[in-house]
């Protein structure tokens, strides 16, 4: 018995059933919810890069659906047992997915994604993920985008009541029958920038919205 419920057995077992269940719930949970969208006049002509920090993936999906729902795009998901339930869950969404991220799978990731942009597939990524440090910026959203000569638009949203767990990314869970804010930024490039002055260019974007 102890054999059958191996550790690669659970795992097996909990990718089939967890990603279903958990966009059940995380359907639900924005059916209950109150939104407001805060969306720019502007919209960035596809492909494009959208930036959100990872502890607030739960329910940017939905910020997509309404912002650029006739554009395709591509999340860039780690290749972590963990990056791989976000996977399964987000594929209901109808996402296509870059596997691999800046500290595993780098060069692999970054080629992949070269390959979805040249189709017209744009590219969302969380530039502290998928190990932190919490609100930081990777390199590679500006090798992405500076190689390409992408836009970049932000992604934030706040919940006026929510838990908060004690993860590194401080991962945000609306609580049911809050009020959701969306936001979303104008298109901005960094091209031509160096790459500290690039990534505190997109931190600010991100920030601008606390």
Sequence with gaps: ????FDKKRKRRILLLVAPPVVYGIIRLLYASCRKR??????K???????AFWHGE??????LYRK????????????????????AR???????????????????????ESFRFIDRGIGLAITPDGPRGPRHSIADGIVAIAQKKNLPIVVYRYK????????SWDKFVIPK???????????????TGMGKEEAKKVIKERLDSYV
């Design 37 to 42: 969208f805060h969306l720019p006049a502007q």
């Design 89 to 111: 869950a987000a594929s209901f969404f109808g996402f296509d997915f870059v596997r691999g991220s800046s500290s595993k799978g780098a060069v692999k990731a970054l080629k």
């Design 176 to 190: 049911p029958f809050s009020t959701l804010d969306f936001y979303a930024s104008e298109p901005f490039y960094v």
């Design 67 to 86: 912002f650029m729902k006739d554009q395709r795009y591509a999340l860039m998901i780690s290749e972590h047992f963990d990056g791989e339930l976000i």
């Design 57 to 62: 993936i739960m329910m940017n999906p939905f």
């Design 44 to 50: 960035p002509q596809s492909p494009a890069l959208v």
């Design 1 to 4: 018995m102890g054999k059958f």
């Design 159 to 166: 919940a006026s009541r929510f838990w908060q767990m004690k």
